[in-house]
């Protein structure tokens, strides 16, 4: 895991003018030391510093006069004069350079809080190990025997929880950020209509009063999409009243009623919208069974999404393709998500409709049914379709075609390919961990941490999220899912290894 974890927060010595910056020399190895660079980058708006994880390599490019042993016994900032501070003094200097740490800065200069701030310094500069043992989730780089041995999973735990307290402000307010941020989306979204590509493509925001609490809270906005004649994906019973409103006001041509796949937001107006547009649905044979009958959602989902009314003839099976009213579109097989999920693509426009068979680069509370090696299968066959747009099923557009106007929490300014190669990367790391994870025999526990190692930025930041993501639907979607979600096999239960770990083997 090391090398995410480092790669994370690694900056390269001979960047452009980084010899006008502090220049920050850390042990990427440590979880404190890791941590405080995490506050560091926070309290650094206007980049005054540039941290730099200690290696052979990185100390000769940065100054001649710097030793390894003595850089990883304590903390070196070289100043901008090419001045060495040490230690405490290093602290103290770097806490200057910010307007709400200055003070700290200042005063530690002079007795007696030099003084103690270096007789604190030193007491965790040199126990840093002993409560670090695990060397702060980069365990995997550094001599693997050495840390089996040292290791126990109670110093995994110490350094881990220690990790997490250390950045607890930090996760906190991530986490407000992100709320005030889903708020904005919400409210600039609400009952919106998008129509781009002149008019080929139509992003309607479903809302409706409980399901107004999944963007809230979770940033998923609900969407009914109409692409060239065909409705896809139009929403649960809840949203119904909302996709109405929108009918009447746009009165679009729609030709066919096709959903992505069998989850309730997707496929709870198929019967309704067909019967009020005349429109014949289309469904996977797959999806066409799991609707009939649909079965009996979890309480919490029922409440807030709606469960969907099962689907009614006549319907008609998907085949490889499906006409719009100016084309053809490909009808593609894409399982992962869940296993009925398909994905329709407009070879002419370079236009994918992913529904949500892509849900963002880094995605960590998946639910229940998602099966991440059949994912990444699928995703591996998109990245061989020639994509300008990538319209995801929950409201998000990527794309860097100028046709498509700056919408922001909605349009993503990013070439979709390089979207899912990240996912790609990300999936094939998270595989790997939870590989080596078994392998070792860890409880699912300490593997599920491990995926989350808080050097990658993305662990922390949306740690507050997702853990209100679990709480709120009591478990069925969350960062345990997202272990077990790499060791689903075909036949639904789970091997019974895991069974035994995730029932009381911890
Ligand atoms: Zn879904």
């Given at each position: 895991?090391?090398?995410?974890?480092?790669?994370?927060?690694?900056?390269?010595?001979?960047?452009?003018?980084?010899?006008?910056?502090?220049?920050?020399?850390?042990?990427?190895?440590?979880?404190?030391?890791?941590?405080?660079?995490?506050?560091?980058?926070?309290?650094?708006?206007?980049?005054?510093?540039?941290?730099?994880?200690?290696?052979?390599?990185?100390?000769?490019?940065?100054?001649?006069?710097?030793?390894?042993?003595?850089?990883?016994?304590?903390?070196?900032?070289?100043?901008?004069?090419?001045?060495?501070?040490?230690?405490?003094?290093?602290?103290?200097?770097?806490?200057?350079?910010?307007?709400?740490?200055?003070?700290?800065?200042?005063?530690?200069?002079?007795?007696?809080?030099?003084?103690?701030?270096?007789?604190?310094?030193?007491?965790?500069?040199?126990?840093?190990?002993?409560?670090?043992?695990?060397?702060?989730?980069?365990?995997r780089v550094a001599k693997p025997e050495t840390v089996r041995r040292q290791a126990r999973l109670g110093a995994f735990w110490s350094c881990y929880t220690m990790g997490f307290f250390i950045r607890l402000p930090l996760?906190?307010?991530?986490?407000?950020?992100?709320?005030i941020q889903r708020t904005s989306i919400f409210a600039r979204t609400y009952h919106q209509r998008l129509d781009l590509l002149n008019g080929k493509l139509t992003i309607l925001f479903l809302n409706g009063v409980l399901?107004?609490?999944?963007?809230?809270?979770?940033?998923?906005?609900?969407?009914?999409?109409?692409?060239?004649?065909?409705?896809?994906?139009?929403?649960?019973?809840?949203?119904?009243?909302?996709?109405?409103?929108?009918?009447?006001?746009?009165?679009?041509?729609?030709?066919?009623?096709?959903?992505?796949?069998?989850?309730?937001?997707?496929?709870?107006?198929?019967?309704?919208?067909?019967?009020?547009?005349?429109?014949?649905?289309?469904?996977?044979?797959?999806?066409?069974?799991?609707?009939?009958?649909?079965?009996?959602?979890?309480?919490?989902?029922?409440?807030?999404?709606?469960?969907?009314?099962?689907?009614?003839?006549?319907?008609?099976?998907?085949?490889?393709?499906?006409?719009?009213?100016?084309?053809?579109l490909e009808v593609i097989a894409t399982p992962g998500h869940c296993d009925d999920h398909v994905v329709l693509y407009d070879p002419k426009e370079k236009v994918l409709l992913a529904g949500d068979a892509f849900m963002?680069?880094?995605?960590?509370?998946?639910?229940?049914?998602?099966?991440?090696?059949?994912?990444?299968?699928?995703?591996?066959?998109?990245?061989?379709?020639?994509?300008?747009?990538?319209?995801?099923?929950?409201?998000?557009?990527?794309?860097?075609?100028?046709?498509?106007?700056?919408?922001?929490?909605?349009?993503?300014?990013?070439?979709?390919?390089?979207?899912?190669?990240?996912?790609?990367?990300?999936?094939?790391?998270?595989?790997?961990?939870?590989?080596?994870?078994?392998?070792?025999?860890?409880?699912?526990?300490?593997?599920?941490?491990?995926?989350?190692?808080?050097?990658?930025?993305?662990?922390?930041?949306?740690?507050?999220?997702?853990?209100?993501?679990?709480?709120?639907?009591?478990?069925?979607?969350?960062?345990?899912?997202?272990?077990?979600?790499?060791?689903?096999?075909?036949?639904?239960?789970?091997?019974?290894?895991?069974?035994?770990?995730?029932?009381?083997?911890?």
């Open positions: 895991m090391g090398e995410y974890a480092v790669e994370d927060m690694a900056e390269k010595p001979d960047e452009k003018h980084s010899t006008a910056k502090y220049r920050v020399l850390y042990d990427g190895q440590c979880e404190i030391c890791q941590s405080c660079v995490a506050w560091l980058r926070t309290l650094d708006h206007e980049n005054k510093t540039i941290c730099l994880p200690i290696s052979t390599e990185v100390l000769s490019m940065v100054d001649s006069r710097l030793r390894m042993d003595e850089c990883l016994r304590q903390l070196h900032v070289l100043t901008p004069e090419d001045e060495i501070h040490v230690g405490w003094d290093a602290v103290a200097s770097l806490a200057r350079l910010f307007p709400s740490t200055w003070l700290i800065g200042v005063l530690g200069r002079r007795f007696p809080f030099r003084n103690a701030g270096r007789l604190l310094y030193g007491f965790v500069a040199t126990n840093r190990y002993s409560l670090s043992k695990c060397r702060g989730g980069a365990c996760v906190l307010w991530a986490g407000i950020k992100a709320a399901p107004n609490t999944v963007p809230l809270l979770f940033g998923e906005l609900f969407t009914a999409i109409i692409y060239d004649g065909i409705a896809i994906d139009p929403g649960s019973p809840k949203m119904r009243r909302s996709l109405a409103q929108h009918l009447r006001r746009v009165k679009p041509k729609i030709t066919k009623v096709v959903a992505t796949h069998a989850h309730e937001e997707h496929v709870g107006n198929l019967n309704w919208l067909s019967e009020v547009s005349g429109a014949p649905i289309y469904v996977s044979e797959m999806t066409a069974r799991f609707l009939t009958p649909f079965k009996k959602l979890p309480w919490v989902r029922a409440t807030i999404i709606g469960q969907p009314p099962d689907l009614k003839q006549p319907f008609h099976l998907l085949g490889e393709t499906i006409d719009g009213d100016s084309g053809r963002g680069s880094y995605f960590a509370t998946p639910n229940p049914d998602v099966d991440s090696r059949k994912w990444l299968v699928s995703l591996e066959r998109l990245m061989e379709l020639d994509i300008e747009i990538l319209v995801e099923g929950h409201g998000h557009i990527h794309t860097l075609r100028a046709d498509v106007p700056d919408v922001p929490g909605v349009v993503i300014r990013e070439n979709p390919k390089v979207g899912i190669s990240q996912k790609l990367d990300y999936l094939r790391w998270l595989r790997e961990q939870i590989e080596a994870g078994f392998q070792e025999q860890l409880p699912v526990r300490v593997i599920e941490a491990s995926c989350f190692p808080w050097g990658r930025r993305t662990s922390w930041e949306s740690c507050a999220s997702d853990e209100c993501i679990r709480l709120l639907s009591l478990g069925h979607f969350s960062r345990t899912e997202l272990v077990r979600s790499f060791v689903r096999t075909n036949s639904d239960p789970l091997p019974t290894v895991y069974e035994i770990r995730l029932s009381g083997g911890e």
